[in-house]
């Protein structure tokens, strides 16, 4: 059993940044395909962004591509999400994701984080 714990969020303006991190535990980390979701108050969780399990690849939604990346540290056993320019339309909780896949498909994926809130003003 993976236990995923999201951390890194908060409130910051509109242009700035946020570094979020998820730390696994209980797994074989370096094994798993990672990814990011977020949802939106009233809207369905969406995806963000994944790793491929060698840190390679990773595949980014349109509305994110060029703002946020997503990076591997297998000897940490973390995961790894730098968002810039922020937008006050990036506001949502932000989980973590991990399965035994590479995919944007959340139902793929078997293990989840609890979320971490980022608030972006205007």
């Known amino acids: 059993q993976v236990q995923l714990v999201e951390s890194g969020g908060g409130l910051v303006q509109g242009g700035g940044s946020l570094r979020l991190s998820c730390a696994a535990s209980g797994g074989s980390f370096s094994s798993y395909g990672m990814g990011w979701f977020r949802q939106a108050p009233g809207k369905e969780r969406e995806f963000v962004a994944v790793i491929h399990r060698n840190g390679g690849s990773p595949l980014y939604a349109d509305s994110v591509k060029g703002r946020f990346t997503i990076y591997r540290d297998n000897a940490k056993n973390t995961v790894y999400l730098q968002m810039n320019s922020l937008k006050p339309e990036d506001t949502a909780v932000y989980y973590c994701?991990?399965?035994?896949?590479?995919?944007?498909?959340?139902?793929?994926?078997?293990?989840w984080g609890q979320g971490t809130q980022v608030t972006v003003s205007s």
């Open positions: 994701s991990a399965g035994n896949t590479f995919t944007v498909v959340e139902r793929h994926y078997d293990y």
